[in-house]
């Protein structure tokens, strides 16, 4: 059905086609390709085309694995993603959403558009903020010493002194997580919605500490630097706490399940 | 580091920060358990976990390849409970 079938259709996000007015502007998206404005329905899908030797099944999981190819096609995403969000709300869609052709994605549009408006209503003037928690030195869990420090013939006093640095550390780390329960409490308060991602893995996030909690909060714009101050305040004691964004909606954008209604996750409104 | 998570800090809350300057791995949480997940004609589409995961074990292979040497011991960082001592103290 595509014009070619060694293309396919990568879509990046949806906006309402009253919000955009744009085109041109928009930069390169993934492989090199020129994005396009696809609009039905009152919306506005945007892609581009992809080979499909690149982007078509069975060489997306060999891709996936290469760190490269995936920071390449994630920032390409991002750029197109945030240029749209610069203008318009926008429900950006996940990485690698590839279709067979044009008319595969203006029928998504006709088909979900009531899904796709609810989605865009939901996060129309807000933003993303990510807050990132991190344990205090010390606050780490318990764990193995370097094994040069261990004697070589353990004594009581040794055990002992080893239980309780053990309990200590158990003790810190209940107090960082509980201070990432604080943390989080107070920034949902702030927010229409919020959402906690898996903590970043040291080996991922570059940092020694442990993080205790990797948040997203979705936050009126009108309410950013009120939210931005509240990161502020919530530093004090105990370990780093890193923001970032705004983004656009990455963690709030769901499509309702069809015929539902409602939305999806019980983390939204 | 002070210096720049301050900068940082700013930076975010003046507007954006550049595409090029945000965190990979801040964009792959987002990129990877975020967007919507659209059902249709696609040739595919990443649905969850199971790329997550193997785009994590990339990252992780990328990591040990290019920093070989860190002051931190990824073996001891894991946020993983490792109590084991040679002398288990029969408890």
């Known amino acids: 059905m595509a014009a070619d079938p060694g293309a396919g259709t990568y879509l990046y996000a949806v906006a309402a086609e009253e919000d955009s007015g744009r085109e041109g502007a928009l930069p390169q998206g993934v492989a090199g390709g020129e994005v396009r404005a696809i609009g039905r329905a009152g919306l506005v899908a945007y892609v581009s085309t992809v080979p499909l030797d690149q982007f ?4 997306l999981r060999r891709s996936m694995e290469d760190l490269d190819w995936l ?5 390409a995403h991002h750029r197109v993603v945030e240029a749209v969000a610069r203008e318009a709300a926008v429900v950006p869609v996940r990485l690698v959403t590839v279709y067979s052709g044009d008319e595969q994605v203006e029928a998504l549009l006709e088909e979900r558009c009531d899904d796709f408006a609810r989605a865009l209503a939901r996060v129309a003037g807000r933003q993303e ?6 344990a205090a030195a010390g606050e780490e869990p318990a764990r193995e010493e370097e094994g040069g420090k261990t004697p070589e013939r353990p004594g009581t006093a040794y055990l002992k002194r080893r239980q309780e640095q053990i309990r200590g550390r158990e003790e810190a780390w209940r107090r960082a997580g509980a201070r990432a329960e604080d943390i989080h409490g107070a ?8 959402r906690r991602h898996r903590a970043q893995d040291p080996q991922l996030s570059g940092r020694p500490e442990s ?12 309410r950013g630097e009120e939210f931005a101050r509240a990161v502020e305040e919530l530093r004090g004691p105990g370990g780093d706490v890193q923001l970032t964004g705004p983004w656009a909606p990455y963690s709030f954008a769901v499509l309702d399940d069809e015929g539902d209604g409602g939305p999806r996750g019980g983390d939204l409104m | 580091m002070t210096f720049e998570e301050t900068r940082g800090d700013r930076l975010a809350a003046e507007g954006r920060l550049p595409p090029e300057r945000v965190a990979l791995v801040d964009l792959l949480d987002r990129l990877l358990s975020g967007g919507v997940v659209v059902s249709g004609d696609i040739v595919l589409s990443i649905a969850d976990i199971d790329l997550v995961r193997i785009s994590v074990r990339a990252l992780f292979m990328s990591i040990r390849e290019s920093e070989p040497i860190r002051a931190y011991d990824p073996v001891r960082g894991h946020a993983t409970r490792t109590d084991r001592e040679p002398y288990e103290p029969g408890r």
Request: no cysteine; proline share 3%.
């Open chain 1, 56 to 59: 078509g099944e069975e060489p």
């Open chain 1, 71 to 75: 920071e390449e096609t994630a920032r």
């Open chain 1, 129 to 134: 903020w990510g807050v990132k928690v991190y």
């Open chain 1, 187 to 194: 920034l949902s308060s702030i927010a229409v919605a919020s």
């Open chain 1, 211 to 222: 993080m205790v909690l990797n948040g997203a909060y979705l936050v009126d714009r009108e």
